[in-house]
């Protein structure tokens, strides 16, 4: 799979989690690891930083359910509309959490 076509995959990934849910980045990154050969949160959260503004990047958080760094207001926002539920200033992922 060369860069581009993981790039794709992760943004049709990211457009297939359901609203009221999310994915971490490493979700994300181990969902994907088989057909990729490729595994790493953090490539996922840069592919999301370059690439994400056209899937509802607001859905996919850190392990711990932290929001997009910079994004955090916007997100919660959006997420709240959506019915995620948070702990404090964090999404439940326990509750929340989505696989494929």
């Given amino acids: ?3 581009q076509e993981y790039v794709e995959e992760v943004l049709s990934l990211v457009e297939r989690i359901p609203e009221g ?5 490493g979700a994300i990154a181990d969902a994907l690891a088989d057909v990729s050969g490729r595994n790493s949160a953090r490539q996922i ?3 999301m930083a370059r690439h994400g503004g056209g899937v ?7 392990s711990s359910g932290r929001m ?6 916007e ?4 997420l709240l509309s959506e019915g995620v539920p948070l702990k404090g200033e964090k999404v439940d992922i326990a509750r929340a959490g989505w696989q494929p």
């Fill in 56 to 62: 509802p990047w607001h859905r996919v958080v850190n």
């Fill in 68 to 73: 997009p760094p910079g994004h955090e207001q």
């Fill in 21 to 25: 849910r999310v994915m971490s980045y």
């Fill in 45 to 47: 959260g840069t592919i």
């Fill in 1 to 3: 799979m060369t860069p």
């Fill in 75 to 78: 997100a919660r926002q959006r």
